[in-house]
Every structure is written in structure tokens, then in C-alpha cells.
């Protein structure tokens, strides 16, 4: 074998200059693949990233999955027993069970009134929540609460002529929260002086919530409705799921699913982007690899050349003793030589013009950072700390194997012409 390598090698370096243009088409398409297939993973990256961070990407809403089939009693219940549950299926890291205050409650800020979207959960799971603080503290003691930081936005006069939003600084304003009772003949109310021990940084899932202990909510819910907390017929108003990481989260969701519940959150909008990118991929990697289906005439061009001019080489092989499989196996290792030598050198090109594209692309100006990049909602300021062009070590090895074997796909036709001539006719032959 190692006498064939020799061989086929020494037979490609004798034609350099038709070895360099066949492996220049080679190098066209491995490029044009790697290039075309890199542009939509540094775009689903960067979406990826414009979405939030790695906290968000693994949250989930839990909540009873519709069926017309079941009646009321039968519906799946979001109680205790299925927040144990929850804790069983493998790459759960949390499970985050949370209760709202019924018939809500008015804060009042000296003549101001506002509200809030008050709910309970329990002070130990804070810290998995990624909350932070933009004023005090992320503590929830009992008797503390946290509240979101479009609360304090949420205040009005009530004496005023036209309705006009006022904002109030819920940190360092004392504030009132009322709660009333909304049964009984004779409705009372109950006026609670809030211990604000932070106001959170900007976060969509809790800017409007006002965060209590779990306890406190309850015994709040006990006093509005008058009914006695039952734990057998408790449910949570919302249940949050947070698995162990991205990768795991669609599994996740799956199980959760097979419990008879729905799932809501970012695993939907990872499903469905990760679905539009990989359609992306195939129709970009099928238009780069037209380049190198050209090539492959190139390759196969240049093969059944050389055979023509070295037919009575290959008669002389054979008079001296070389099977049909030698000569066979002499062109199809100079075949895939030529694909594996244009797609080494389609692999450096494309890092280098990925380099030189991620590096213009950060020293460009600054924009407004109104738009979007290209036709998706991705904020192009991204790709100043992120890249445009993103190579996986897997797409390098794919683009070496595909080349090759386009090189030896190529030259088998060849190569079989070769191997089945007849070493009297070839060695005739001018």
C-alpha cells in the first residue's frame, strides 16, 4: 500500500500546475459550505445571547394541559404532589411553586395609590431566581418583600382631575399595603406597614410583582377569603421549572408533558429557533455545495485526462504485474488527494476570511443600535463582543471529509476505465 501512496503521489506532483486548478475548484466549494453554514451559527448564537442569559434559557411555566375529555375533578392539579413529582425527573435543578394574593391589595404611598401583582414564594428559593438588586437587598425575610422595579411607576392621585402616573421611590417611601376582605356580611380591612428590603433591577418576569414570603400570603389569602388554608385542596397559581441546562431543557419539557401538563417559556422559542437555523443550514450548505458539485466535474475531468496520457503507463503496470485493483487503487487515492488538498485549502481560507470578517465587523462604527442584523431580531451590537462567522471544529472535520470524498466519488469512473483495460490495447495505444 505504502508503494501505491508513493506512487500516486509522485504521478499528481508530475502535472503541478493541473493538480493546483483542480484543487482550486475544490477549494471554491469546501469554502463556499463552511462560510455559508458558519453565517447561521454565529446567527443563532447571537440571537441566543439577545435573548438572555443561561437562567432564562432554562425556565419554564408549568400548567395543567387542556382536555376536553376530563371534568373539573379530573383536570391535573398544580398542588404539593406534583411539585414532588417534578423533583423526580432527571436534570430538574428547581422546581419554583408560587402563590398570588386573591382579590389583590392597594399600596398607598402618603395621598398616592398604587398596585402590584402580590405573590408568595418560599425565601429559601430566592437565590435560583437570578434576581438583582438595583436598591437594597435580594432578602426575603419574614415580613420583607421585594418588589419589581416598575412598581414604584404604577401610582396615582386619586384627587386628581385626569389620571396621571406618578412614580414613587418604594425604597425610600414609606409604604402602606391594604388588603381587604371580600366575603363575610361585614368586610373588614387590614392596613400592613411593608418592609421593603429591595427594589429589583429590571426584569421582565418580575417588574409589576411585589414578592412575599409564601406564609405571609397565605395567612393573607386565609383573612380576604375566610377560608382556612386546606392543604388537600391547595393548588399553586404558577409553577417554574428550571432544568440543569440549555441542552437539557427540551428533555425536560418532554417529560413534564408526559405528566399530562403544559409547558411554556423559552424551551418553545429555542425549539422553533433551533428548527428555523437548521433549515437554514441545510439551504445554504446545499447552495455551497453546488460549488463543489462543479468541482467534482473538475475532478472527474482531470482523472479520465490522465488516464488518456498515461494509458501506456498503465499497460506497462500491468505487464509487469499489477492487478486491475492496483491501478484502481493508484487513481482513487490521486482522486482523493486532489478533493483532500482543495478542502485543506478551503478550511484555512475560510478561517482566514472568518477572522477578517468578525474583525471589520467590530470596527465598524457605532450605530444607533436600532435595527436589526439582516432580516432577524438581533440587536448588531452583538457582534462587536460576539462573531458573525463561527467555524465549529465539527463543520471543519464535515468539510475535510466531504471534499475527500467528493475527490474520490469523482475519480471512481476513472479509475474503473483504468483498471479494466487491457495491458496489449494500452500498451498499443499512441
Do not use: H, W
Not at 462587536?384 to 471544529?393: F, G, S
Amino acid at each position: 500500500m505504502n508503494e501505491l501512496l508513493t506512487l500516486a503521489i509522485g504521478n499528481l506532483l508530475r502535472a503541478r500546475a493541473r493538480l493546483v486548478m483542480t484543487a482550486g475548484g475544490v477549494l471554491v466549494g469546501t469554502a463556499a459550505v463552511i462560510l455559508l453554514i458558519s453565517i447561521t451559527v454565529g446567527l443563532q448564537e447571537a440571537a441566543e445571547k439577545d435573548i438572555g442569559q443561561n437562567a432564562s434559557l432554562t425556565e419554564m411555566q408549568v400548567y395543567p394541559a387542556y382536555n376536553p375529555n376530563l371534568s373539573f375533578d379530573q383536570v391535573p392539579r398544580l398542588d404539593l404532589a406534583l411539585v414532588r413529582r417534578l423533583y423526580t425527573i432527571p436534570n430538574v435543578a428547581m422546581v419554583i411553586p408560587t402563590v398570588y394574593m386573591e382579590g389583590g391589595g392597594e399600596l398607598v404611598a402618603g395621598k398616592l395609590y398604587g398596585y402590584g401583582s402580590i405573590q408568595g414564594i418560599e425565601p429559601s428559593l430566592i437565590p435560583y431566581l437570578g434576581l438583582e438588586a438595583a436598591q437594597g437587598a435580594v432578602s426575603l425575610e419574614p415580613g420583607q418583600v421585594l418588589v419589581g422595579s416598575l412598581v414604584g411607576a404604577n401610582f396615582f392621585d386619586p384627587n386628581a382631575e385626569e389620571y396621571t402616573p406618578v412614580e414613587v421611590d418604594m425604597y425610600n417611601t414609606p409604604i402602606t399595603l391594604t388588603v381587604y376582605q371580600y366575603s363575610g356580611e361585614n368586610p373588614q380591612s387590614r392596613k400592613v406597614k411593608l418592609d421593603i428590603a429591595g427594589v429589583l433591577a429590571p426584569n421582565p418576569s418580575y417588574d409589576y410583582a411585589i414578592m412575599m414570603p409564601i406564609r405571609d400570603v397565605l395567612a393573607y389569602n386565609e383573612f380576604t377569603s375566610g377560608n382556612a388554608f386546606d392543604p388537600e385542596t391547595f393548588q399553586f397559581a404558577n409553577i417554574t421549572v428550571r432544568a440543569t441546562s440549555r441542552e437539557t431543557t427540551l428533555e425536560v419539557s418532554e417529560a413534564i408533558r408526559d405528566l399530562g401538563y403544559e409547558v411554556s417559556g423559552m424551551v418553545d422559542f429555542l425549539n422553533q429557533l433551533n428548527q428555523f437555523f437548521g433549515t437554514m443550514r441545510l439551504m445554504l450548505g446545499a447552495v455551497g455545495s453546488v460549488a463543489l458539485l462543479v468541482a467534482a466535474f473538475g475532478v472527474a475531468n482531470t482523472m479520465t485526462m490522465a488516464i488518456l496520457e498515461r494509458t501506456k503507463e498503465i499497460g506497462l503496470m500491468k505487464a509487469i504485474g499489477a492487478t486491475d485493483r492496483d491501478v484502481m487503487t493508484i487513481f482513487l487515492i490521486e482522486a482523493g488527494m486532489v478533493g483532500f488538498s482543495g478542502g485543506a485549502a478551503g478550511v484555512l481560507l475560510s478561517y482566514f476570511l472568518q477572522n477578517l470578517a468578525n474583525t471589520a465587523i467590530r470596527n465598524l462604527p457605532a450605530g444607533d443600535g436600532s435595527g436589526g442584523a439582516m432580516f432577524l431580531p438581533i440587536n448588531p451590537e452583538l457582534f462587536r463582543t460576539a462573531d458573525l462567522l463561527v467555524i465549529p471544529p465539527e463543520l471543519t472535520l464535515f468539510a475535510m471529509g466531504l471534499a475527500t470524498a467528493v475527490g474520490v466519488v469523482s475519480g471512481l469512473l476513472p479509475a474503473l476505465r483504468a483498471a479494466r483495460m487491457t495491458p496489449v490495447l494500452a500498451l498499443k495505444a499512441e
